[in-house]
């Protein structure tokens, strides 16, 4: 289950499975039920439980929610807002037989839980008024809640905050995750996640081209390398990085991420200067002299080097641009990184050209402030970090991996999948880095582009998961040995 579903997509899977036969109050039914469990397991004494409901179908999960806590022994106080309701939402309604009332701050009062059905993920608009001051109440009462699909608030299809939102301690929503349940700011505010079945058949979704998903194992797993009794170093790809004089460290961290991720061979590029700090540091990585891009080119006549990596330390301006020029040039699959992005901010359109005129995958890895220089109109325009991304892939011809706690990588075809798993403690100096050296070792083992960076970026987040707090960059590298057992299932 790792489709990632639109408001306008979840609307016509509702569609399509009511036109199945899949009654609309069944399905609400079902979500209440699978609400009241969940909220019995949070608040194991009968009450009391606060529901607060909107007029939408989220608010007949709430009234079927209140009536199965309220069977149970519960004492439920329901508050409705938002006016009359209409349609399945009503019928919902109708079958609670307990007392509707305004909402008031007295009703928070003694509860041990708060049941949030006010607005649910297709959300598509600021919240005000009333409403804007119920969650505010909610929020300041500090008791758990239980956010019925999506906290109120939050856009189900870019995890924004629309003027006020519920914090939530636990979040359940159905068929389905949404883009907000795992972008930030939403994520946070989710709490614990849990998806329930409401009756929807999984096949519905074979029909609607889904193309945004939870970066996990089973989007990219069918390709995934593993060697075999048949590979040697040259079967499992020869990387070559441009290496930097300013920041030596980055190109290292690099290196030995490339090989930890199963590339045979790493080549380090480096400029006479500083080659005896790479040959000192590095055991295992060959290293070579390179003073410019035509000895970078020479380098590329070996057609063995099959992925190349330009931009860690390797400093800003014409120098690192004529090197990335070089590297897609020779046609090879090619990690742009770092100030290998930053040096064409005042040409980005130059780069996306030479990008687009390059047949094998590129794979762009910007965070936040690299994004915004090379970006800067999208960055600008488009308030969702998913389809940011997305509109930089198709301007770019480029992969795109959008660094942060919540990564999103897209491609130039739309499709798009965003990474949850990357700890708190990932974000330190040098991590960056790794990840280039990553995504480098599986483009080096023929992955596609899209699945190599999204495989690159979950190990990435599973590696720091298995250092746990006080990581440096240079633990991820060897913490990549448990993670790969894993992949490879040894």
Not at 4 to 9: F, S
Not at 175 to 188: C, E, I, N, Q, T
Not at 394 to 411: H, N
Not at 425 to 440: F, H, P, R, Y
């Amino acid at each position: 289950m790792i489709e990632l579903l639109t408001r306008g997509e979840m609307a016509t899977v509702d569609e399509v499975s009511i036109a199945g036969g899949v009654p609309g109050i069944d399905r609400i039914e079902m979500a209440g039920s699978a609400v009241a469990d969940l909220a019995a397991s949070m608040c194991p004494s009968p009450g009391p439980v606060l529901v607060i409901c909107g007029r939408g179908n989220n608010g007949g999960d709430g009234y079927v929610a209140a009536r199965l806590l309220s069977e149970r022994g519960y004492e439920v106080r329901l508050a409705a807002l938002g006016g009359d309701l209409r349609g399945d939402a009503a019928e919902a309604r109708n079958r609670w037989k307990g007392e509707v009332r305004s909402f008031d701050q007295a009703l928070l009062i003694g509860c041990g839980l708060i049941i949030d059905a006010l607005y649910g993920a297709g959300l598509s608009r600021d919240v005000e008024g009333e409403a804007k001051a119920v969650i505010e109440a909610v929020n300041a009462f500090e008791k758990p809640v239980l956010a019925v699909d999506i906290p109120s608030g939050v856009d189900g299809d870019n995890g924004l905050v629309r003027g006020a939102a519920i914090r939530a301690a636990a979040t359940i929503t159905f068929f389905r995750y949404k883009p907000g349940h795992v972008l930030l700011p939403g994520r946070a505010l989710c709490g614990e996640k849990h998806l329930a079945p409401i009756g929807i058949s999984d096949a519905l979704l074979e029909k609607m081209m889904t193309r945004a998903f939870l970066n996990r194992r089973a989007l990219w797993d069918a390709f995934f390398p593993r060697p075999d009794g048949t590979s040697h170093k040259y079967t499992r790809g020869h990387a070559l990085i441009a290496a930097g004089s300013e920041m030596t460290g980055a190109a290292r961290l690099a290196a030995r991420a490339a090989l930890r991720s199963g590339a045979g061979v790493v080549t380090l590029a480096a400029n006479p200067d500083v080659l005896s700090i790479y040959q000192t540091a590095l055991e295992a990585v060959i290293v070579r002299p390179m003073a410019g891009p035509e000895e970078f080119s020479n380098l590329l006549e070996d057609e063995r080097r099959n992925a190349l990596l330009v931009g860690p330390g390797a400093g800003i301006g014409n120098p690192t641009r004529d090197l990335v020029r070089t590297a897609l040039a020779s046609k090879r699959a090619t990690v742009l990184d770092a100030d290998a992005l930053t040096s064409f901010e005042t040409q980005p359109r130059a780069l996306f050209t030479a990008i687009r005129e390059n047949a094998a995958p590129v794979v762009l890895t910007p965070h936040e402030g690299e994004f915004k220089r090379l970006f800067g109109q999208i960055h600008q325009s488009v308030p969702s970090k998913l389809e940011r991304a997305r509109e930089a892939a198709k301007l770019s011809g480029a992969i795109i991996v959008f660094k942060g706690a919540d990564t999103v990588i897209a491609a130039p075809d739309g499709r798009a999948a965003i990474s949850d798993n990357a700890p708190p403690w990932l974000a330190t100096a040098g991590a960056g880095d790794v990840l280039a050296g990553i995504v480098l070792g599986l483009l080096a083992q023929s992955m596609p582009g899209f699945e190599a960076a999204c495989a690159a970026v979950w190990m990435h987040g599973e590696a720091a998961r298995h250092v746990g707090p006080g990581l440096i960059a240079e633990d991820l590298p060897e913490a990549l040995m448990p993670v790969l057992r894993e992949l490879y299932g040894v």
